[in-house]
């Protein structure tokens, strides 16, 4: 097995295990927030919590998002594979590691945002109403995606909010390979003899 395909195996292990724990952990402080508590619905621990959540909503519930996640873990992919692209056609000096890192994030969140924006509502449970209304398949994000664009459009729909992750994700994104970059340079000639 190369080691792409084990990488990619690892991640969406991780996603699973992930997304289960994130929906037992937001579900429950939701709870807390939104109703008086009552001892009937107090929740001591997460194995408790886990219990309670897949008895009234459904097991699957708690992993409510995660093919959206899988498919979110191509971001960083993108964003490495068109960085190193830019930095073999411009060279890896620092206006350029600036200028190809925030076009790399740029192109990765292009790609991937309207997968956040369904993996949201998937967590938030915004589908489950319409699904069983549309007797549409429980993890089904394209439905999803249609759903939005013929509602809310392309632009307003499916990339609502883009502007302020792209911000949060280029500037991340300079920084991190700015010293990626440095780090590189520095345990290379540490490094070598």
Partial sequence: MTKIVKAKMAVQTKE???????AVQTMALNRRRIQQPTPKKKYHGISQ???????????LSLWNGTSASIILSFNPAIQFGVYEMLKR????DG??????????????????YPMQVIQTQHRAGHHVARR????LPLFHWIHDIWR???NDGIISGLYC???TKLVQGCLNSAVMFVVYEHLILFLSRWLTP
């Fill in 16 to 22: 699973l295990t992930k997304t289960a724990m994130f």
């Fill in 49 to 59: 919590t886990l219990f309670t959540i897949s008895k009234e909503e459904g097991m």
């Fill in 148 to 150: 939005i664009i013929r």
């Fill in 89 to 92: 056609q411009s060279g890896s």
């Fill in 161 to 163: 909010g883009f502007e």
């Fill in 132 to 135: 069983s209304e549309n007797n």
């Fill in 95 to 112: 206006g350029n590691t600036l200028v190809n890192a925030v076009i790399a994030k740029f192109v990765a969140t292009l790609v991937t």
